[in-house]
C-alpha cells in the first residue's frame, strides 16, 4: 500500500506564493507518476500539474501555467507545487495523486491515478 500525504496549504493574498508538499510512503516504487488535483466547492476535480517518475517531463493546465511549478525529490519521496501569482480562482482543496503503472506519459485524468491524499486547503483572498 501507498501513503499520499499533503501538507503546506493555507491562506494568502492574491498575488502571493504558497508551496504544498507531497510525502509518499509505504511500497514505494522507483517509478511512480505523480500528480496534483484541485477541487472548489461545487465543481469537478481538475489537473493542475503532473510530473513523471524522473522529474524530467512535466505537464501543466493552461490555467496555471507560467505560475506554478511542480517538481520532485526521489530521494525524499516527496512532490512539490510551488504556487505564485495566486488568483481568487485557485481557492480549492488541492490533492496530490500517485500511480505506479509504469505511464511514459503524464496522466491529466483522476483516473489515472491510484493512490490520494486527503488534500489540503489554499484560500486566496482578494
Known amino acids: 500500500q501507498v501513503q499520499v500525504v499533503e501538507s503546506g496549504g493555507g491562506l494568502v493574498q492574491a498575488g502571493g506564493s504558497l508551496r504544498v508538499s507531497c510525502a509518499v510512503s509505504g511500497r514505494t516504487s522507483r517509478r511512480t507518476g505523480m500528480g496534483w488535483f484541485r477541487q472548489a466547492p461545487g465543481k469537478e476535480r481538475e489537473f493542475v500539474a503532473g510530473?513523471?517518475?524522473?522529474?524530467?517531463?512535466?505537464y501543466y493546465a493552461d490555467s496555471v501555467k507560467g505560475r506554478f511549478t511542480i517538481s520532485r525529490d526521489n530521494a525524499k519521496n516527496t512532490v512539490y507545487l510551488q504556487m505564485n501569482s495566486l488568483k481568487p480562482e485557485d481557492m480549492a482543496v488541492y490533492y496530490c495523486a500517485a500511480e505506479q503503472r509504469g505511464f511514459d506519459l503524464i496522466q491529466r485524468t483522476p483516473g489515472g491515478y491510484d493512490y490520494w491524499g486527503q488534500g489540503t486547503q489554499v484560500t486566496v483572498s482578494s
Open positions: 510530473i513523471n517518475w524522473s522529474g524530467g517531463r512535466t
